[in-house]
């Protein structure tokens, strides 16, 4: 391991450590544009100059292109290291429009922080500016070309990291324009990306546009819920309305990107449809009153059918503080059934795909990305998790083989862009003893999960795909219960009424069956059969983990309080016209309190921390750490 010495700090780095990442590791910001942790050097910006004033190298060099090497010595003070920055920074703003005051990357633009650090505050240039042409991108991404300082940044993200095929630079020296051949919706399941990653304001989230600066956004680490990967992210919202997500990186999970899913489904939070407000019959009632008619509806219910006639139904889109509080609920009323899943198949395969884990072959996405081997089963890794897809991806451009089986593995054009595969009949067919780090991924919906650990190697590691972002962490909880599939008690016929907790039952599953109570924050088929709605609080609106389907707990912290957006309420509820002490549409709770709530007017002491016995070593979770791997069942 080199040592070296910047700004007279002694450092020590591992070997292949450039100079830029050698000085941030000890506290010191170079300036820097083009160089990326995720893309690496491209020493197109010069700005990242230092100077060597000892050592194997001498002089002026560019950071982001010099190794660390023994016996180093860097300034990035000298005064000529400094002038060279400052002179470069001019350079690049010599065409730029200045515009920070209508652009949406003002407070958060990295242009704008080196310029202001670099010194460069007065501009010398009065002659004409060079223009260019923006493009239509899509509904998503909002191009302003003229703020381009060609880090080359976009373009090696699409193009090289990404695989997308439709977006690239053309032109020369000065002329040089990132863009598409012609206008039209960026391809790549990966675009919204480019926000992120342009250091300026050329790309920026047209779903957001001109509706709030940085520093006005409420924001908090947080995972997003739309597949079983559990990527990290932070949604952003204003005036109690979800605006955008961006990227939170976290190296053995999704690294610094996310999939444009996770991105831009920020409609379901907003939807004017949403349920904000409980309904007893059908008619508009409080809270309390909602859950005081629950309680007493159940208590008719229990004494006229038994109380193994009622099934409490959770669900692997709630929170794992949700689903544990419905399994106390259950114990509390003596339920007949609990089921954490809808359906026969899904319960099984999330079932086995656990216990398939129990000895510690997990392939987090870092795993994938690593490996030197790759066979996927039975999946379109796009349309069921596409961050996995990209960082397949990411193994095949270092060297890996990529195998996909037979007929199972369905792959869709647009992958194919990403990966060459390699057709094969039957697992055995792939050479796992002759890699050193296999992996195995399998679609949530494979079928022979059972066969798999007889064909693998001891190296192969596993990557079972799930379908929703707690799926493992209802596995563990239906093993813990005892809880079956809803569908199979149904068959039994011993469930005459249920209350569904974020459960998607469909109106056929339902019927003749009494619902006596559903808590949602998605509009559906068993809201409009409950006798009581009660609202429940979205990701965003509250605390809770996630466990994805490696068994990573993570938890995400509530980004903004429950209630109706600013922007479309309706005359009688807009402020200022009448002050209140209540929000508009503002009932909605985190499930687990909903149940703490009916089980206070139960009698029961009302549960302040739903994570206790086997899980109470999560209670200190921190949102910004890589999380904590969980044992399998029977493990804890």
């Known amino acids: 391991m080199p040592k070296l010495i910047i700004d007279n700090i002694e450092t020590e780095v591992p070997d292949g450590t450039n100079v830029l990442e050698a000085a941030r590791s000890i506290g010191i910001t170079i300036p820097h544009f083009c160089w990326h942790p995720a893309l690496g050097k491209a020493g197109a910006c010069r700005v990242c100059a230092v100077k060597m004033i000892d050592g194997p190298v001498k002089g002026l060099q560019m950071s982001c292109m010099l190794p660390a090497q023994d016996g180093m010595v860097v300034s990035t003070t000298d005064e000529e290291a400094v002038a060279f920055r400052k002179s470069v920074i001019e350079w690049l703003m010599i065409n730029h429009p200045h515009d920070c005051p209508v652009c949406d990357e003002g407070g958060e633009c990295q242009l704008q922080d080196f310029t202001i650090a670099g010194g460069h505050g007065i501009r010398r240039y009065d002659g004409r500016k060079r223009t260019h042409v923006n493009q239509h991108l899509g509904d998503f991404i909002e191009h302003e070309m003229n703020r381009c300082i060609q880090c080359y940044r976009c373009a090696r993200f699409y193009q090289e990291y990404a695989g997308g095929t439709d977006f690239g630079v053309t032109g020369s020296a000065g002329s040089v324009y990132f863009g598409r051949q012609q206008d039209g919706q960026l391809e790549s399941p990966f675009s919204g990306?480019?926000?992120?990653?342009?250091?300026?304001?050329?790309?920026?989230?047209?779903?957001?546009?001109?509706?709030?600066?940085?520093?006005?956004?409420?924001?908090?680490?947080?995972?997003?819920?739309?597949?079983?990967?559990?990527?990290?992210?932070v949604?952003?919202?204003?005036?109690?309305?979800?605006?955008?997500?961006?990227?939170?990186?976290?190296?053995?999970?999704?690294?610094?990107?996310?999939?444009?899913?996770?991105?831009?489904?920020?409609?379901?939070?907003?939807?004017?449809?949403?349920?904000?407000?409980?309904?007893?019959?059908?008619?508009?009632?409080?809270?309390?009153?909602?859950?005081?008619?629950?309680?007493?509806?159940?208590?008719?219910?229990?004494?006229?059918?038994?109380?193994?006639?009622?099934?409490?139904?959770?669900?692997?889109?709630?929170?794992l503080e949700g689903n544990i509080m419905a399994?106390?609920?259950?114990?509390?009323?003596?339920?007949?059934?609990?089921?954490?899943?809808?359906?026969?198949?899904?319960?099984?395969?999330?079932?086995?795909?656990?216990?398939?884990?129990?000895?510690?072959?997990?392939?987090?996405?870092?795993?994938?990305?690593?490996?030197?081997?790759?066979?996927?089963?039975?999946?379109?890794?796009?349309?069921?998790?596409?961050?996995?897809?990209?960082?397949?991806?990411?193994?095949?451009?270092?060297?890996?083989?990529?195998?996909?089986?037979?007929s199972e593995g369905s792959i869709d054009s647009a992958q194919l862009k990403l990966f060459e595969t390699i057709p094969i009949a039957a697992l055995t067919d792939v050479p796992l003893v002759e890699a050193r780090r296999p992996v195995v991924i399998c679609g949530s919906r494979y079928k022979g999960l059972g066969v798999i650990e007889a064909a693998i190697s001891d190296s192969t590691r596993l990557a079972i795909l799930m379908d929703e972002p707690n799926d493992y962490g209802c596995a563990l909880l239906s093993d813990e219960y005892g809880a079956i599939p809803l569908f199979r008690a149904m068959a039994d016929k011993r469930v005459k009424g249920i209350i569904s907790f974020e459960a998607d039952l469909s109106e056929e599953l339902l019927q003749g069956i009494r619902v006596l109570g559903a808590v949602d924050w998605r509009p559906g088929d068993v809201l409009n059969c409950a006798e009581v709605v009660l609202p429940a609080s979205a990701w965003v609106e509250q605390d809770g983990i996630f466990v994805n389907y490696e068994g990573r707990a993570q938890r995400f912290k509530q980004v903004m309080q429950p209630g109706l957006p600013i922007k479309g309420l309706t005359p009688e509820l807009h402020p200022p016209r009448a002050h209140r002490r209540d929000t508009p549409g503002g009932d909605p709770l985190p499930s687990w309190r909903i149940v703490s709530a009916l089980l206070e007017r139960m009698g029961e002491n009302p549960a302040e921390e739903p994570l206790s016995g086997r899980w109470e070593h999560l209670r200190n979770l921190d949102a910004e750490s890589a999380g904590q791997t969980l044992a399998s069942m029977g493990q804890e």
């Open 235 to 319: 949604p952003m919202a204003r005036y109690r309305e979800l605006l955008k997500v961006t990227a939170r990186r976290n190296d053995n999970v999704n690294d610094w990107f996310i999939c444009d899913r996770g991105r831009f489904s920020n409609a379901c939070v907003n939807a004017p449809d949403r349920p904000r407000q409980a309904l007893v019959d059908g008619k508009a009632a409080g809270m309390d009153e909602a859950m005081d008619a629950l309680v007493e509806r159940l208590g008719e219910f229990l004494e006229l059918h038994g109380h193994e006639s009622l099934a409490i139904v959770g669900s692997p889109r709630m929170s």
């Open 327 to 406: 399994g106390r609920l259950k114990d509390l009323l003596g339920a007949g059934t609990l089921s954490f899943f809808s359906e026969e198949d899904h319960s099984e395969r999330s079932l086995e795909a656990v216990s398939l884990r129990n000895a510690g072959k997990r392939a987090s996405q870092e795993d994938v990305r690593c490996a030197d081997l790759v066979a996927i089963l039975g999946c379109d890794l796009l349309d069921e998790a596409p961050m996995m897809a990209l960082a397949v991806r990411q193994a095949w451009r270092n060297g890996a083989r990529v195998y996909t089986l037979g």
């Open 193 to 233: 990306n480019l926000v992120d990653i342009c250091p300026t304001g050329v790309f920026t989230d047209k779903t957001a546009r001109f509706r709030a600066r940085y520093w006005d956004y409420d924001m908090a680490p947080s995972i997003c819920p739309h597949c079983s990967l559990g990527c990290n992210t």
